[in-house]
């Protein structure tokens, strides 16, 4: 199994900026696609940010040009670098990971999230 374990949420002003971790942690692992999503109250959970085994990365529109995702490999941790933080960007954050296991499974896992508050 994985364990996804999240840090890093906080309150900001606008303007101001945070930075989220996750670090991944589980054995057997192969290969991992991993990705930030949020979900502000009373909407649905959406997609802010990805970054594939292979570096390649993907983002919301509503965030591109002000965060940006990156991963350490050998250490299995994704980052997710927010700046010009907006009000719009509260919500709870959640760590994903798609991962490939070596026996060859796959398998999809959550954090537990963390707060992300942006006061006007």
């Known amino acids: 199994q994985v364990q996804l374990v999240e840090s890093g949420g906080g309150l900001v002003q606008a303007g101001e900026s945070l930075r989220l971790s996750c670090a991944a942690s589980g054995s057997g692992l192969s290969m991992l696609n991993m990705g930030w999503y949020r979900q502000a109250p009373g909407k649905q959970r959406e997609l802010v940010a990805t970054?594939?085994?292979?570096?390649?990365?993907n983002y919301a529109d509503s965030v591109k040009g002000r965060f940006t995702i990156s991963r350490d490999n050998p250490k299995k941790t994704v980052s997710l670098q927010m700046n010009s933080l907006k009000p719009e960007d509260t919500g709870v954050y959640y760590c994903?990971?798609?991962?490939?296991?070596?026996?060859?499974?796959?398998?999809?896992?959550w954090g537990q999230g963390t707060q992300v508050t942006v006061s006007s």
């Open positions: 970054i594939t085994s292979g570096g390649s990365t």
């Open positions: 994903h990971a798609d991962v490939w296991f070596i026996v060859g499974s796959r398998g999809d896992y």
